[in-house]
């Protein structure tokens, strides 16, 4: 990693293309090690993440896009993101591609407990539990169980209390009701 972070000090207009480029190669320890990098360039590369994101028809550029925002907020925690990189999330969401869609939910869930993200997410993560892909939904509901929030609680009342909730997530409900009961004595 400290190659990574001597190229984004010191050749950052040089290494970027080529990270970025790396995220198309069919080698799975290749791409991921390309985002795992990008995320020691910070918030410099989420433009060029977002430009790529729009531009490329490959469902795992789009998913190592996104997954690269989560590796940019673990090196700069106290970094805002910009709204258009909330946008994207948002959008991917409804993605074709599962493995796209479900890299949103996950960069949702980790910004959703950072301080300064969370009053942009948690409403992204509530709508998504209206969602008919239950896969989404569990993400969602057990993104937000960590959360200590009125609208969660309000969320999770209304989901579990409402006749056509899926008995599934009935089940998730009540465990992350449970959970969200020893985290914060709700």
């Known amino acids: 990693m400290d190659a990574c972070v001597s190229m984004s000090e010191n050749y950052f207009d040089e290494a970027l293309p080529r990270l970025l480029a790396l995220l198309n190669d069919p080698d799975p320890t290749i791409y991921r090690t390309a985002v795992k990098g990008l995320g020691v360039f910070g918030h410099g590369v989420l433009f060029p993440l977002l430009d790529l994101y729009d531009k490329t028809d490959n469902g795992t550029v789009k998913a190592c896009c996104i997954k690269a925002f989560v590796q940019v907020a673990v090196n700069f925690p106290d970094a805002v993101f910009p709204e258009q990189a909330i946008q994207a999330l948002k959008l991917a969401l409804d993605d074709i591609n599962p493995v796209v869609s479900q890299s949103a939910l996950m960069t949702l869930g980790y910004f959703s407990k950072q301080e300064h993200e969370k009053e942009r997410v948690i409403p992204i993560l509530i709508q998504v539990c209206n969602s008919t892909n239950i896969a989404h939904v569990q993400s969602a509901v057990m993104s937000l169980a960590e959360i200590d929030s009125t609208e969660v609680d309000q969320c999770f009342e209304r989901m579990i209390n409402h006749d056509s909730t899926d008995v599934l997530i009935k089940e998730i409900l ?12 709700n």
């Open 174 to 185: 009540e465990a992350s009701m449970s959970r969200r009961q020893s985290l914060f004595g």
